[in-house]
């Protein structure tokens, strides 16, 4: 038996910008019971990071300490059912 066969995707990179502390992630295409995927860019040196609101349409991605100048880049893939 077959359990959690994946029938689409959605990926990209986003930048939580200077001085913030969580950013708003849009699929591109709805998908029906999400799951997310993120890894950081950066050595994040003990700043913690993690998703919530994770949706059909897209999910929030939160750090723990307010982005540098550079920001705080993240690699991300969201896989569901279609």
Do not use: C, E
Request: aromatic share 10%; proline share 4%; net charge negative.
């Amino acid at each position: 038996m077959v359990f959690g066969l994946i029938t689409s995707q959605d990926y990209g990179t986003i930048v939580v910008i200077n001085a913030t502390t969580s950013m708003h992630v849009d699929f591109n295409q709805a998908l029906v019971n999400p799951k997310v995927s993120l890894s950081a860019r950066q050595n994040m040196a003990g700043v913690d990071y993690w998703t919530s609101s994770i949706t059909s349409t897209g999910f929030d991605v939160h750090v723990s300490t307010a982005a540098p100048p550079a920001g705080y880049g993240f690699d991300w893939i969201a896989r569901g059912d279609m």
